[in-house]
Nanobody, 123 residues
Framework: QVQVVESGGGLVQPGGSLRLSCAAS????????IGWFRQAPGKEREAVSCIRRSDASTYYADAVKGRFTISRGSAKNTVTLQMNSLKPDDTAVYYC????????????????WGQGTQVTVSS
């Protein structure tokens, strides 16, 4: 059974940094993808960044390119999202999700979801 658990998040001032971590357990091979998505109040859930576990290929939404970095963690089945130069528009609940195979970085392609973690960027 696949389980996805996020950690990190919190309150940060504009221009600050946060790191989110995700652990996805239950996969029997490296043929899976992990993605970060976010949902702000009154808005649809949107993709932030995704990574393929097998070859570490990545995708970034235009809104976060150059500011966020997704990478495979040192521990097996973990992924981190380093968020720099945070803006108030980045405020949202951030979800980690995982799925088998190589898929597009869109919420509908992901099958296993974490509980979400709040990120608030405010002075």
């Amino acid at each position: 059974q696949v389980q996805v658990v996020e950690s990190g998040g919190g309150l940060v001032q504009p221009g600050g940094s946060l790191r989110l971590s995700c652990a996805a357990s239950g996969f029997s091979s490296d043929n899976y993808a992990i993605g970060w998505f976010r949902q702000a109040p009154g808005k649809e859930r949107e993709a932030v960044s995704c990574i393929r576990r097998s070859d570490a290929s990545t995708y970034y939404a235009d809104a976060v390119k150059g500011r966020f970095t997704i990478s495979r963690g040192s521990a097996k089945n973990t992924v981190t999202l380093q968020m720099n130069s945070l803006k108030p528009d980045d405020t949202a609940v951030y979800y980690c999700a995982a799925t088998l195979g190589h898929v597009y970085c869109v919420p509908s392609e992901y099958d296993y979801w974490g509980q979400g973690t709040q990120v608030t960027v405010s002075s």
